[in-house]
């Protein structure tokens, strides 16, 4: 199995420009999230998903937008990139609601400039 | 959500001896779960404990959960240069975890 897998893992975006951030898992995981992790900030919940078709907001969602349209995809959209969307990004996973602990995947460093 | 504080923010560690970093919360919590992230890397998640009291060893590690479920601790004996990196605490909450800043560990040979 891969786990969660993250595509691109670094890219340079300059401000105003929009990306799509892939995340795609194989472990039939229904819950799946994407976390932002600025230094010394601890991880950040930007949105999550319980199953397809059903997303949410977390703590950090303006300036993003996610889609979940099968169980195992689910990517992140930036519109209008901001020098404040520098960032590491983090998609997890997890069963049932992460009683079993998340998955996550390598990561996205992203800077905008 | 819940949030979880974590001190200290940096823990300076000479090979071979003992540390402890704590997570700490205002209110009781469902259970707290604790992630391991090596420099460059990704969280890598550890264990979970549920239980008031609940104490749980990996290794050189231990892991406990308080009585009154407010707060957990991680103890980490003879200190290896393996165990660099940010360990992170995290509440449960409904289906999402609420992450702590991270204890970032150094080690001197």
């Known amino acids: 199995n891969a786990g969660v897998t993250q595509t691109p893992k670094f890219r340079i975006l300059k401000i105003g420009q929009s990306m799509t951030l892939q995340c795609t898992q194989d472990?039939?995981?229904?819950?799946m999230y994407w976390y932002r992790q600025d230094p010394g900030m601890g991880l950040k919940l930007i949105y999550y998903?319980?199953?397809?078709?059903?997303?949410d907001k977390g703590e950090v969602p303006n300036g993003y937008n996610v889609s979940r349209s099968t169980t195992e995809d689910f990517p992140l959209r930036l519109e209008l990139a901001a020098p404040s969307q520098t960032s590491v990004y983090f998609c997890?996973?997890?069963?049932?609601?992460?009683?079993?602990?998340?998955?996550f995947g390598s990561g996205t460093r992203l800077t905008v400039v | 959500g819940q949030q979880v504080m974590q001190i200290p923010q940096y823990q300076h560690v000479q090979e071979g001896e003992d540390f402890t970093t704590y997570c700490n919360s205002s209110?009781?919590?469902?259970?707290i779960q604790w992630y391991k992230q090596r420099p460059g890397g990704h969280p890598v998640f550890l264990i979970q404990?549920?239980?008031?009291?609940e104490v749980k060893k990996q290794k050189r590690l231990t892991f406990q959960f308080g009585e009154a479920k407010k707060n957990s601790s991680l103890h980490i004996t003879a200190t290896q240069t393996t165990d660099v990196g940010t360990y992170f605490c995290a509440a449960l909450n409904d289906y999402k975890l609420s992450f702590g800043a991270g204890t970032t560990v150094t080690v001197r040979a």
């Open positions: 472990m039939n995981h229904n819950y």
């Open positions: 404990l549920v239980k008031s009291g």
């Open positions: 998903s319980v199953g397809a078709g059903i997303t």
């Open positions: 209110t009781t919590l469902s259970n």
């Open positions: 997890a996973s997890s069963y049932w609601g992460s009683y079993y602990g998340y998955t």
